[in-house]
């Protein structure tokens, strides 16, 4: 059975930084396209960000590009997510998703997915 775990959420304050990490097992790691979503209180689950296998494309949301950045150690079975200038807004469950068949946006594209990680930025 294929496993990701997420690791790294906390509590923060407006305009600290976080690092996640999501480690997997069980499948070929490097042949999976990875992406974090995320899940705030009362809302659907929403697209953060995605990195392709080989690390070369990088896609994010537009309510976090410039301050978040996605990646990735295949070596490690590993995908990060380092956060900076975190806002209230960011405050969420924060998901790692695995997708064998590449990068897509949508959560209903990802096989496999960790059971979150809480992320909470408040002052």
């Known amino acids: 059975q294929v496993q990701l775990v997420e690791s790294g959420g906390g509590l923060v304050q407006p305009g600290d930084s976080l690092r996640l990490d999501c480690i997997g097992s069980?499948?070929?790691?490097?042949?999976?396209?990875m992406a974090w979503f995320r899940q705030g209180p009362g809302k659907e689950r929403e697209f953060v960000a995605a990195?392709?296998?080989?690390?070369?494309?990088?896609n994010y949301a537009a309510s976090v590009k410039g301050r978040f950045t996605i990646s990735r150690d295949n070596a490690k079975s590993t995908v990060s997510l380092q956060m900076d200038s975190l806002k209230p807004d960011d405050t969420a469950l924060y998901f790692c998703?695995?997708?064998?068949?590449?990068?897509?946006?949508?959560?209903?594209?990802?096989?496999?997915w960790g059971r979150g990680t809480q992320v909470t930025v408040s002052s």
């Open positions: 069980g499948r070929t790691f490097s042949e999976d396209a």
């Open positions: 998703a695995a997708s064998p068949s590449g990068l897509y946006y949508t959560p209903s594209y990802y096989t496999y």
């Open positions: 990195i392709s296998r080989s690390s070369l494309n990088k």
